[in-house]
């Protein structure tokens, strides 16, 4: 594997992270990319191709705390956020924290709980702090969401409304492992557990310090007005119901951000913002029902609008 062109740090965890997952380099880069970038990820694939193992790799290599919530229809909104509950001896209530305070979240089937349960997870991403009782109750830093369902199984489940998947910096999906891989994941797998040997490479503080040195990468006017531009051209599209949002624009440039620092780099390139846009942009997009019966994807439209976009070059 060629790491020559990362940052040092992402070098370390991304080697780390494929001790316990095997050709799957794309998925890594792009959850280091949000995590980077302070954003969060839905992961949207069959079970058993290792969504689990890739956060729990994740959250083992910067030594952040790891929660996992397993969403199922009874779960309530207190199971996820945390309770207050009164203490006979202080004659007070005490917030005791629930599994959203942590640092990296595996939100296992979100899809499967109730909107209500939905929305207080989505509370956490979006203002960084949860309410509970009327008290307001800050995350620590990193605070990192990845958030799985199933494609398959619809029975039972609460698709996320659009206003929530607009929360999500990206939206991607693992595939299965060719057969090369398969029967390396065997091989490693038959007389060990890859995952409990992974040890932290960087801490917590270097993380935080990456984060804040990724918003100092430059992003020129013309590669802003060109991500306006594919942004606007969703809107007109005629298969379109609904296209990115401005929030879409914000998340695409600071994917950009984090993607050119991961590679070394303190500026953005054209190149960075055609790789991101389907994963950015695709979720965000609501096509109208006859563009769905003809077959049209959401990747077709970011897609065309790509290829309708000028490249921007700097004079």
């Known amino acids: ?10 070098t370390d965890i991304i080697r780390n992270i494929e001790q316990v997952m095997v050709g799957k380099r ?21 079970p058993g191709v290792g969504k689990t193992m890739m956060v729990r790799a994740l959250a083992k290599s910067v030594g952040a705390k790891f929660k996992r919530i397993q969403f199922t ?27 959203i305070m942590g640092n990296i979240i595996l939100a296992d089937e979100i899809n499967r709980t109730s909107p209500k349960t939905q929305a207080a997870l989505l509370e956490g991403m979006e203002e960084n702090s949860i ?8 995350l620590e830093k990193p605070f990192f969401v990845m958030a799985t369902q199933n494609p398959i199984e619809y029975e039972g489940t609460y698709p996320l409304p659009e206003a ?34 992974i040890e932290p490479v960087i801490t917590l503080d270097e993380l935080r310090k990456l984060q804040e040195d990724v918003k100092e990468t430059i992003v ?17 599209d005629k298969d379109v119901y609904l296209g990115v949002s401005p929030r879409g624009s914000i998340s695409l440039m600071k994917a950009a951000q984090a993607y050119a620092f ?3 780099r303190d500026y ?39 290829s309708t976009v000028p490249v921007p070059v700097r004079r």
């Open 220 to 236: 020129d006017d013309t590669l802003k007005r060109y991500i306006v531009d594919i942004a606007n051209i969703t809107r007109t």
């Open 26 to 46: 794309n998925v890594a880069e792009l959850s280091v990319v949000a995590l980077l970038a302070g954003g969060h990820v839905l992961l949207e694939d069959v």
């Open 262 to 264: 991961m590679n070394g």
């Open 268 to 306: 953005c390139l054209p190149d960075d913002i055609q790789y991101l846009a389907p994963y950015v942009f695709s979720h965000r997009i609501i096509l109208k029902s006859e563009a769905k019966f003809r077959g049209i994807t959401a990747d077709e439209v970011v897609y065309r609008a790509i």
């Open 131 to 138: 309410t509970v009782d009327g008290i307001t109750h800050k």
């Open 164 to 197: 929530q998947l607009d929360r999500f910096l990206l939206k991607m999906k693992m595939g299965y492992p060719t057969a090369e891989e398969e029967i390396e994941v065997l091989s490693r797998t038959q007389r060990r557990r890859p995952i409990e040997e």
């Open 73 to 99: 229809p009874d779960l309530l909104p207190s199971d996820v956020t945390g309770v207050s509950i009164y203490n006979p001896k202080t004659m007070d209530f005490e917030f005791r924290p629930g599994p």
């Open 1 to 10: 594997m060629n790491y020559n062109h990362y940052h040092p740090m992402i």
